[in-house]
Structures are given as C-alpha cells and as structure tokens.
C-alpha cells in the first residue's frame, strides 16, 4: 500500500516523457532515492510491455502524448501484479469474480471479505503485455485514452475507499460506493469494448 501510494505520487511527481520514451538515465533528479528505483521498476515494466507489441502498435504509443503517457503510468503505479499469461479477459472475469464477493461481504456484514474483495479489485493483474493491446488500435490515441484514468479513479479509487468504510465498520457507506464503482466499469465498456460474446455465424 505504501509502496504503491509512493509510486503513484513518483509518477505523478516527475517528468515522464524522459521515463515513457524509457532513454537510459533519463531521470537526472537524485535527490529521492527510493522514487527514483520506484520509477525504475516501472520503466523496466513498461518497456518490457512495448517489447511484446507489434510494430503497429508500438507506433500508436511512441505516437502519445506525455500527458496521457503519464497517465498510463499513473495506472501501471497503482497495481504491483503484473502477468505475464493473463490476458484482459481474463483479468475481468477475476475482477467481476472480486466484484461479487466484495458485495456478498457486504450483504452479509462481513468487513474482512468486503475489504479484502475490493482491495484485490483495486489491484487487479495487469494482462500481458499491459493495458493497451487489448483496447484496440483505433483506440490508441490521446482522445480516445484520456478517460482511461478518470475510469480507473471511479473503480480502483472507490473501491480502495469501499474497502476503508468496511474496515470502519460502515457497511452503509461501503453499499453507496458499489455505484460509483459499476459506473466506471460500464463507462470503460461503453468506450473500450465490443458487444462481448458475438458470432460471426448468425445472419
Ligand atoms: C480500463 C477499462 C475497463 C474497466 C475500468 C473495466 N473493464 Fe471490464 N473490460 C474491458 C475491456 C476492454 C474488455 C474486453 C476484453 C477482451 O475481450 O479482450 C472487458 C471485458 C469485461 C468482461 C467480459 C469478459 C469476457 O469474457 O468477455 C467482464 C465480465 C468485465 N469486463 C467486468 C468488469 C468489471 C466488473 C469491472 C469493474 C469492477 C470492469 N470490467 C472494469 C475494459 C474495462
């Protein structure tokens, strides 16, 4: 948690183009130490990430802008679980898995399964390869991702304050963040995803 909260304000502290365009030594500021080895171990991730993708996309994202480049990291420091299997799909149905048992925590007033569920969601497994490869080329762009983070404030941020309330003992307020958290949810199928589950074999 904490190492997460440092990572989080690393990125949104220092200066990413030289950390996206992932130059060696780009970051020249010493002066925080452990930020800086923070901010290394997210480079070495998304380089590796960039690595895996076709010519085509790695285009798409060396074409980004540093404000939504910064944004993706922002999301990338959020989450220390990364996979080197787990496709996007999968991720989700782990995550709608956690999404359920955080509400059976709280329909059954139990704190420690409610926190424990939307913690794991907040912190989900980033698929191979990270985000990007799974939302479409013709998303990969600074219009289409700059609600990528907004998206992922309304999911991970609520249920991280979801997981507080019912540590608290305040299933109430737990039960009013369940909202806030499907919306971000819906909205980012409404902009990333396809209607899930069609055929190609019916007329
Ligand atoms: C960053 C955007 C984003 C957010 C936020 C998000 N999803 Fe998804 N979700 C996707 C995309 C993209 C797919 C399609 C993945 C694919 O088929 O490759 C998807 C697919 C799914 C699927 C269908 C899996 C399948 O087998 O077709 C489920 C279920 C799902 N998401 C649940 C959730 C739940 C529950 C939440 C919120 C707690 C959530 N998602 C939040 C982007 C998102």
């Known amino acids: 948690m904490l190492r997460k909260n440092k990572l989080l304000k690393t990125v949104k502290t220092y200066s990413l183009t030289a950390a996206i365009t992932l130059s060696v030594g780009g ?64 991720v989700m149905l782990e995550v709608l898995s956690d999404y ?43 219009n289409k991702l700059a609600v990528l983070e907004s998206f992922n404030d309304s999911v991970e941020g609520n249920a991280i304050k979801l ?12 039960a009013g963040l369940v909202g806030p958290i499907s919306t971000g949810c819906v909205g980012c199928h409404a902009v990333f995803r396809e209607y899930p589950g069609t055929s190609d074999l019916m007329k």
């Open 163 to 174: 997981a507080e309330a019912a540590e608290k003992g305040n299933m109430g307020e737990a």
């Open 27 to 90: 970051l020249t500021t010493t002066s925080v130490a452990n930020a800086d080895s923070s901010m290394s171990e997210l480079k070495k991730v998304l380089k590796s990430q960039i690595a895996m993708m076709k010519p085509e996309l790695q285009s798409k994202v060396a074409g980004l802008s540093a404000d939504t480049k910064k944004s993706i990291m922002a999301i990338l420091a959020m989450h220390n679980r990364t996979s080197d299997k787990a496709t996007l799909r999968q």
């Open 100 to 142: 359920q048992t955080m509400t059976m925590g709280i329909m059954t007033d139990s704190a420690e399964m409610t926190a424990d569920a939307a913690r794991r969601l907040a912190n989900h497994r980033i698929p191979v390869g990270g985000l990007l490869p799974y939302l479409g080329l013709e998303n990969i762009n600074d």
